[in-house]
């Protein structure tokens, strides 16, 4: 049961980011958990409105794994945990067909019954329209005016590799204040080693260009300027040159290098003394450090630098890389090195709303990434909001 929503004076909203590729590749195992610790979430704070951002729609193997969404959100729609929720919107890109376009993106919105004159953007007749019962929206987003969804120009990616990212753009009018909500999937790191090379990394530049090319799309002359909420996937990852170079401060370097191209194959890198113990391995595709501790001291405090790594204050731990074993909810997978991939970003005309951060901590992981949520709460007429910032658990 979703609960009443609160008494409190306001319009609550809870803003949910998850790349959910996991949960179509084993949905036995991992969907159900995942829906049950969504809607405690959605009970504890009773939001009138629900925002949830998804990543990686249908999984890796979406050609197989695709059939696994439209189950997935029949339950969101169906559950006994949201009937109170008696509007919404549903748009998941599933065409994977049309590599030009396909994003794997869901952006699903719930909104409570007792949450009048909602009205939704529609952007083609730029102007608001009424948001009456629940609808669904897949394959072609293209022709749907109700949104906008780019994915990156061809030239963005790294390697010429067109892979699955980009946003899509829905735009709110709630409590007399329009705002835009934005779910982004930016650019991995496709190697450790090539991440190592330099500082900054040559992924880390391209996902600077892609945020910018978002920036610039939502705050173009186009359309009037709204306040802004960007969640989803970042992939914004730890100066790995920097991390290495302080997690390895005192150990010697070993290169080990592919003997058919003599390319950099493997780092190992060892302690001068103490039997030239191990302490970190990178390859391609492995961070493997001895003790994964370092990031969860003091929510990775040890391997965040003030010159390189500028944001607020975290209050979580690093959302990625977590092991998909659910008996080992805790522990980092040693594929890459932990990182804050996952964000809710707001501008700067939203932030001036803010009036007060309360912190929640995590207790396990249920999926890879960890999901993020921010439950927000502002008052009709004077704009003003509440801010608890959150991890899933």
Sequence with gaps: MAGKVSAQPGTGILLVTANVGSLFEDPENLQKTWLREFYQTVHAHKPHFVALHCQEVGGKNYEESMTHVDSFVKELLSSDAMKEYGKARIYLDENYRSQEHFTALGSCYFLHETLKNTLQFDFKAKKYKKVIGKEIYSDTLESTSMLEKEKFPQEYFPECKWSRKGFIRTRWALADCAFDLVNI?????????????????????????????????????????????????????????????????????????????????????????????????????????????????????????????????????????????????????????????????????????????????????????????????????????????????
């Design 185 to 393: 999937h930016l650019f991995h790191d496709a190697s450790n080693l090539v991440a190592w090379e330099k500082s900054p990394s040559v992924y880390s530049g391209t996902r600077q260009k892609a945020l910018g090319y978002v920036l610039d799309r939502i705050t173009d002359q186009r359309y009037e300027r709204v306040p802004y909420f960007i969640f989803g996937d970042f992939n914004f990852r730890l100066d790995a040159k920097h991390v290495v170079e302080s997690l390895c401060s005192s150990a010697t370097m070993q290169t080990i290098r592919a003997a058919d191209t003599n390319e950099v194959d493997k780092l190992i890198f060892r302690e001068v003394d103490n039997d030239r113990k191990v302490v970190l391995q990178l390859e391609k595709k492995l961070f493997n450090y001895i003790n994964q501790d370092v990031f969860r001291e003091n929510n990775g405090t040890r391997v965040r630098s003030s010159k390189i790594f500028k944001t607020d204050r975290f209050i979580y731990l690093p959302t990625y890389p977590y092991s998909e074993d659910t008996s080992q909810g805790k522990q980092y997978m040693n594929t890459r090195c932990p990182a804050w991939c996952d964000r809710i970003l707001m501008s700067s005309s939203a932030k001036d709303l803010v009036l007060k951060v309360t912190v929640g901590r995590p207790a396990m992981c249920l999926m890879n990434p960890f999901v993020i949520y921010l439950v927000l709460r502002w008052q009709n007429r004077t704009r003003s909001i509440v801010i608890r910032k959150c991890l899933m658990t």
